[in-house]
């Protein structure tokens, strides 16, 4: 079945770069997706990319794809306090006739 | 402003009673999910509606029922056949099926006493 795989935690420091990982594995996913969900609130579209990109970049936010390994990342420049949350990857499966799978999530904590 | 309300916020339930989660939204969007988040687990399809009178189970249907009677409105109960429905539920919404934008409610936090 599908699967997105995200590692869990992440800790970096004020003013350093982040890099959040994930691998999927529906070859044909048309979009790819990074959500960011604050503490007890819920989730909220970061950024997406097409999947015939290798990248985009929006301010801060960098997304790069690679296809032939179905990995997918997200780089953030200056990671500052209120970067602080979890991060989720999800893929569109089946062409999009079926929901949205996720990735477990990533932890991302800052420290100042 | 447009925007998808769950309420209550924050629940308690003794065991053996069954609850309804409330999910409200005004944005006219056709579709509506219900997910379910634990610790490490991320989050897992309960039920979804692609459409008003329609809906489908999820992953982890088992113990949840919804209803789809109007298309602004998605409740879901958890009945005490759910064996571990201590969770932060959340309701999404997306404006037709496939639609990988999804709208997310703030969340309800159940706890069973």
């Known amino acids: 079945g599908e699967d997105v795989e995200q590692s869990l935690f992440l800790s970096v420091r004020e003013g350093d770069s982040s890099v959040i990982n994930c691998t999927y594995t529906?070859?044909?996913?048309?979009?790819l997706y990074w959500y960011k969900q604050e503490p007890g609130a819920g989730l909220q579209l970061l950024t997406y990319?097409?999947?015939?990109?290798d990248m985009k970049q929006d301010q801060r936010l960098t997304v790069l794809l690679n296809k032939k390994d179905k990995h997918l990342s997200l780089r953030i420049a200056d990671t500052q306090t209120g970067d602080s949350a979890i991060y989720f990857c999800?893929?569109?499966?089946?062409?999009?006739?079926?929901?949205?799978?996720f990735g477990k999530g990533t932890r991302l904590s800052v420290i100042a | 402003d447009g925007g998808i309300t769950q309420s209550p916020k924050y629940l308690f339930r003794k065991e053996g009673q069954n609850v309804t989660l409330s999910c409200e939204q005004n944005l006219n969007h056709d579709a509506m999910y219900w997910y379910r988040q634990d610790p490490g687990q991320g989050l897992r399809l309960i039920y979804y509606?692609?459409?008003?009178?329609d809906f489908q189970k999820g992953d982890i249907a088992e113990g949840y029922s919804v209803s789809r009677e109007k298309k602004e409105s998605f409740p879901l109960t958890v009945t005490s056949a759910q064996k571990n429905p201590t969770a932060f539920y959340l309701c999404?919404?997306?404006?037709?099926w496939g639609a990988g934008e999804l709208f997310f409610g703030e969340g309800s936090r159940l706890t069973v006493l």
């Open positions: 990319i097409f999947s015939n990109m």
């Open positions: 509606s692609q459409i008003v009178n």
């Open positions: 999404a919404s997306s404006m037709g």
């Open positions: 529906d070859s044909s996913s048309t979009y």
């Open positions: 999800a893929e569109t499966v089946n062409s999009g006739n079926t929901p949205l799978v």
